[in-house]
């Protein structure tokens, strides 16, 4: 769970985490010298006491010299006799406590003879616990102190990261006189992080401009050429031809207006960066589907099938035509070849549109599949690398459309275009 949080939390979270351990074992450990000395200190003073005791008080005939928080027992002398509390305790040094009450015991044997002093220890002990509630406070501000400093620290560390990632996300730096970031940055690791960028930056600006190159090229080469074949299917139109001439020359108009449809389309997609907003327009749905109607119908209607356009809604939408007409173009197509008998339906309504056929169909696990490119089904069909879908869903991701397909039943498939991002 550590490694899912944030860099800066981790760096403070280890700060405390070492103080915590380091400021335990110092506390620990003053707490066991504290008490080891204690109980070296009282043994001998306890034991001198007791020597004073035997050997001149006793041997005097006196009573013991002792204070009042002190006091003598011995297992030879009844008028000291031991309680039976204290009378299986072990030789040497004890501390003993019974509730509230504290006491030191000290016990040396001689012979047969056992002596004890007991020493009541209730100021040492308020003394001990106030110096333990110190060392207590001491832990928790060092813990508390440690949290503050590493939130401190993971700021001032992670600063030129912060600085590095804002730069990199906000600044233009694919613009050719964009800055190197190394050189704003010490020679570290996060330098060596910018001058990682400034090498894959520079590397990117290459290959767009290569890319921009390529598709002026594309602009110039190919739309000069599809021109001349228009005109001249143009001027084929306007002659008298013979049957199939005629209709061959129909069919070289169609496929060279559908070149110049697709050079406008990834042409606008080349050129359009990616953080720039959709494209806008002024066709509406229902303008864009009766153009594409009356492209595709005669086909369908050629190859026997039944072709329908249904109105359920009205999109009051406007949207870039070329764009949108690729997209209708593509399903439309992929429903003409996939679809050997039956019926194919373009369907608008206030959300976008649908294209359903009675076609093969596509199995569930190779729906989304379907999208990628160069991906062609099993039943494939035409003379298309499978690159039509993939055009599809590259264009509705970068409008902000959905398009998606499910299976129909008992057999087909259907394709929404969602064009408001309605649900």
């Known amino acids: 769970m550590l ?19 380091v400021s335990g074992m110092f506390s ?10 204690e109980e070296h200190l009282v043994t001998e003073e306890l034991g001198r006491e007791l020597d004073i005791v035997l050997n001149e008080d006793l041997r005097q005939g006196i009573a013991p010299r002792l204070d009042s928080s002190t006091t003598f027992y011995a297992s030879n002398m009844p008028q000291y006799a ?30 047969d003879t056992r002596y004890l002093l007991v020493q009541e220890q209730h100021e040492f002990e308020a003394r001990e616990n106030a110096l333990f509630n110190v060392v207590l406070a001491g832990f928790l501000l060092s813990v508390a102190g440690a949290w503050v400093l590493g939130r401190l620290m993971a700021r001032t560390v992670m600063a030129p990261v912060t600085r590095l990632a804002q730069q990199v ?8 006189l964009a800055p190197p970031l190394a050189l704003q940055y010490p020679d570290d690791e996060v330098g060596h992080l910018a001058a990682a960028f400034d090498s894959t930056l520079g590397q990117l600006r ?5 890319e921009r190159l390529f598709t002026a090229d594309v602009s110039h080469e190919l739309r000069t050429p599809l021109m001349v074949i228009l005109g001249a299917c143009e001027l084929l139109d306007q002659a008298e031809l013979p049957g199939k001439s005629g209709t061959q020359a129909q069919r070289i108009e169609r496929a060279a207006k559908e070149m110049h449809e697709l050079v406008q389309t990834f042409l606008m997609l080349a050129r359009a960066r990616p ?14 589907a009766e153009e594409q109607a ?12 039944s072709f329908e356009v249904i109105a359920e809604g009205n999109s009051a939408g406007e949207y870039n035509h070329t764009l949108l007409g690729t997209v209708m173009s593509n399903l439309l197509r992929n429903a003409l070849h996939y679809t050997e008998t039956g019926t194919v339906r373009l369907i608008l309504d206030r959300t976008g549109f649908r294209v359903d056929d009675t076609g093969v169909g596509i199995p569930l696990d190779q729906q989304q599949l379907m999208f990628q490119p160069f991906v062609r089904g ?12 993939s055009l599809v869903k590259r264009i509705c991701a970068h409008q902000g459309w959905q398009v998606g397909v499910q299976q129909r039943e008992p057999q087909g498939s259907c394709f929404r275009v969602r064009l408001n991002g309605d649900a």
Not at 28 to 37: N, Y
Not at 275 to 288: F, I, R
């Open 3 to 21: 490694a899912k949080q944030p860099f800066a939390r981790r760096i403070v979270i280890a700060f405390t985490l070492m103080t915590l351990a």
């Open 28 to 37: 620990l450990g003053i707490v066991a010298v504290v008490h080891s000395i």
């Open 82 to 111: 031991v309680p039976e509390e204290l009378a299986g305790l072990a030789e040497g040094f004890t501390e003993l406590v019974r509730g509230d009450e504290a006491y030191y015991v000290y016990a040396r044997e001689i012979g």
């Open 169 to 176: 996300r906000h600044r233009d730096q694919l613009h050719p």
């Open 206 to 210: 290459q290959t767009l401009e290569r």
């Open 275 to 288: 953080e720039q907003t959709a494209l806008g327009g002024s066709a509406s749905l229902a303008s864009v």
């Open 294 to 305: 009356e492209r595709w119908g005669p086909l369908m209607r050629d190859k026997r099938l």
């Open 378 to 389: 099993a039943e494939a069909r035409g003379e298309g690398l499978g690159l039509g879908l």
